[in-house]
């Protein structure tokens, strides 16, 4: 099992951590345990596509019209090997 320190723990937030320890009647690392563990369980919320993640930030703008470039015939691949 790995060992983990957790270092700059703001002070309100370990006296905090230490009520709902005792509150839970465990210690302050089983409480932390816990709280990562049920933080950790469940999955993210997946966000929509790229593609709709950029609409719908420039939709509300009106849109954008991009101009595309003309695209040029397909050159002969190279002879190799002979």
């Known amino acids: 099992m790995a060992t983990m320190t957790i270092r700059n723990f ?3 937030l ?3 951590l230490r009520v ?3 509150v839970h009647g465990r210690s302050m690392e089983d409480e932390a345990r816990d709280i990562l563990r049920a933080a ?3 999955e ?3 966000g929509a596509s790229l593609v709709a993640a ?3 930030r420039i939709e509300p703008l009106g849109g954008v019209e991009l101009e595309l470039s003309a695209r040029e ?3 002969e ?3 190799l090997g002979r």
């Open 10 to 12: 703001d002070d309100q």
């Open 73 to 75: 015939a397909m050159r």
């Open 20 to 22: 709902q320890a005792a």
């Open 54 to 56: 950029i609409r719908a």
């Open 44 to 46: 993210p919320p997946r």
């Open 77 to 79: 691949p190279p002879e």
């Open 40 to 42: 950790l369980s469940v």
């Open 14 to 16: 370990k006296a905090r």
